[in-house]
């Protein structure tokens, strides 16, 4: 049957939009395919990359699903039921912590030991079985990459034995790396290391013969707490807060050379979990020089001291005490108090730590 050009023509645009049409189609469907299979895909069971703890793995003697199978049905407390977390939740070691451990054995680059040291500290916190069957040769092989010439990797293995401090097996061993952590906290001026570091000497009782040690970097310290860098700050003056409470430390304490402005810190401006933490400092060393073990020694402190910025005959203190009373946190207000009460206490019992003249502060008067 014959057609006109035109007629021809239309055609050939009418069956050019169903093949367009079919083809858009197809592709919208090969598209889905390729989404789907992608939700499906799940990681290979070991890679030499760090390992994730939230990845689908399988158990022991079990062999891992082929690529094209259907993931995991969620279990009834809410997650798949592949996860390490709920294996073990199930009584089932999912064997992640041991893969990772082993992992670190053998040579990585800084990049791949970072990774993997921060995946460890997730399995400790989150497979408390897994965690607790370890070995102190575990905590031995975390503790040597504290040498690690690269400061990612040491902040990891700080903040891994901090995790494994929790558990009370591993804390004696945990103990024997003070001194290092101390060498590095005072050595490296990184704040992110120093927080690690001091979150870590905050976990553990410190065995006194780590106090030689502590003697020398009181300095390191006291730097750190009159940095800018709130964290590093508030576990410095908890450590701090600690060491003042040991006889043979106090002295080092008081005497130990602070900056001018060092009352900065007492300001209203201050967060409050910083403030917090500097007032009971300060209680603590009030109460401390107010003991008769310390009152029976007529100490001498140098004009820069942390002695004479708090309780010295210039010391401004109580003005910011005063201001502190009224503070918005009710937690900074009563430690102000706190700190008044003690002020005054050590007055009335005629206390005259320094060498220097009896000092003038609102509390004389009784306010």
């Known amino acids: ?69 259907p993931a995991p049905e969620a279990s ?42 921060h995946s460890i500290t997730r399995c400790v916190y989150l497979l408390e079985a897994e965690a607790s069957s370890c070995t102190t040769d575990d905590i031995s092989l975390v503790g ?4 690690d010439k690269d400061n990612s990797v040491k902040i990891q293995a700080l903040n891994t034995l901090k995790a494994f401090s929790g558990i009370r097996k591993f804390r004696l061993k945990i103990q024997e790396h003070t001194i290092k952590v101390l060498e590095l906290i005072s050595t490296i001026w990184d704040s992110e290391l120093h927080v690690a570091g001091l979150r870590l000497l905050n976990s553990l009782p410190l065995p006194d013969y780590v106090h030689p040690q502590l003697r020398r970097v009181m300095p390191a310290l006291m730097e750190i707490l009159q940095s800018e860098y709130i964290l590093a700050q508030v576990q410095a003056t908890r450590l701090l807060s600690y060491l003042a ?23 209203s401006t201050q967060p409050g979990s910083l403030l917090f933490e500097v007032l009971v400092f300060a209680e603590r060393l009030s109460e401390g020089q107010n003991s008769p073990h310390y009152r029976v020694v007529k100490w001498h402190y140098n004009e820069q001291s942390l002695h004479e910025a708090l309780f010295g005959d210039e010391s401004r203190l109580a003005d910011r005490l005063l201001a502190l009373v009224i503070h918005p946190e009710e937690e900074v207000q009563i430690q102000a108090c706190k700190v008044i009460v003690s002020l005054q206490c050590s007055q009335d019992v005629g206390v005259q730590p320094s060498s220097c003249r009896p000092s003038y502060s609102y509390f004389n008067s009784g306010e």
Request: charged share 20%; with cysteine.
């Open 144 to 147: 040597s990459m504290l040498d």
């Open 1 to 69: 049957m014959g057609m006109s050009i035109p007629q021809y023509l239309g055609q050939m645009d009418i069956r050019k939009g169903v093949v367009g049409l079919a083809t858009g189609a197809g592709f919208i469907y090969l598209l889905y395919k390729a989404i789907r299979a992608g939700i499906k895909c799940q990681p290979p069971l070991y890679t030499a990359s760090p390992i994730c703890i939230a990845r689908e793995c399988t158990g022991p003697g079990e062999r891992a699903l082929p690529q094209e199978a």
């Open 245 to 267: 409470q040991k006889n043979d430390l106090l002295y080092d304490i008081l005497n130990c050379q602070v900056h001018s402005n060092f009352l900065n810190l007492f300001q």
């Open 76 to 117: 009834s407390v809410g997650g798949p039921k592949g996860l390490a977390v709920e294996r073990e939740r199930h009584g089932r070691d999912s064997g992640e912590l041991r893969r990772l451990l082993n992992s670190l054995e053998y040579k990585q680059d800084e990049y791949a030991k970072s990774m993997i040291l």
